[in-house]
């Protein structure tokens, strides 16, 4: 959402034509997160956990966030208020050494926050729908943003230095079993694989609102849409800017890290 001053200047120069209502998500409470989770164990797929087996150390080599399964509840001693609880899948990417051998597997970190849903029990019925359908709006929307993790580091470990409820077995979701190209080893193994993994999420509640706003006019798009029957690629190729900054290298170069350099 812009800041308070955005619309504030846009009033200066473009003047209200009417006051429209709409129905739009209302964003009660959101929260950001920077999640340093260290120590989280990954499960290998089948030939990675041959690889490790044989390994001394492991290096991190990429990171995919997957999915994330929100799922909401209310809290009885705080009227208003909802847990949000997050499960977050990774596909984690490793090089072993010395083989340099490269190892896959699925990483999960579980959260929980709590966020104001507001009160809400109102049934919307919609026209149009082929089968009898309510849609109950007694629980807000979570809703998580979340960019790729950073692998910021990897370990091996033996199975009797395990933290005590990791022999539990997790349950993994078809979809995200899926994701990988041979099954992955959930089981107890002699070696085990961990990282600890940089995570930037946005976590907000939202309801639907009916709210009168100020309309200025119509959007109308100011770019054309020119058509083209040009199949020739040289003469695409040819409409193509120089990267002249790949050829050159920077005068100056900030040394501050970002999520993009880490990555």
Avoid at 109 to 119: A, E, M, P, T
Wanted: glycine share 4%.
């Amino acid at each position: 959402m812009p800041d308070n001053a955005a619309p504030a200047a846009l009033e200066q120069t473009r003047a209200v034509t009417d006051m429209v209502n709409v129905d739009v998500p209302k964003i009660y409470d959101s929260c950001r997160d920077k999640d340093c989770v260290d120590d989280l164990r990954i499960y290998p797929t089948a030939s990675s956990q041959q690889h490790i087996e044989n390994a001394l150390s492991v290096r991190p080599r990429g990171a995919e966030l997957l999915y994330v399964d929100v799922k909401v509840a209310p809290i009885s001693f705080n009227r208003g208020h909802y847990t949000v609880d997050c499960t977050y899948f990774y596909r984690l990417t490793g090089e072993t050494f010395p083989a340099a051998q490269s190892v896959t597997g699925l990483a999960i970190f579980d959260k929980r926050v709590i966020l104001f849903g507001s009160l809400g029990s109102v049934k919307s019925f919609y026209s149009g729908d082929t089968a009898p359908a309510i849609t109950a709006d007694e629980l807000p929307t979570a809703v998580v943003n979340a960019v790729d993790p950073i692998a910021l580091s990897m370990r091996l470990a033996d199975a009797d230095s395990a933290q005590p409820g990791e022999s539990e077995n997790r349950t993994i979701p078809a979809y995200i079993a899926a994701a990988f190209d041979e099954p992955l080893v959930l089981s107890d193994s002699v070696r085990r694989w961990y990282t600890t993994v940089g995570q930037f999420s946005i976590v907000r509640l939202m309801r639907d609102s009916q709210l009168s706003i100020p309309a200025y006019d119509y959007s109308l798009p100011e770019k054309s849409c020119p058509g083209t029957h040009d199949d020739d690629p040289c003469a695409l190729f040819g409409r193509i800017d120089f990267p002249v900054s790949e050829f050159f290298p920077p005068d100056v170069v900030d040394d501050s890290p970002d999520y993009r350099s880490l990555r």
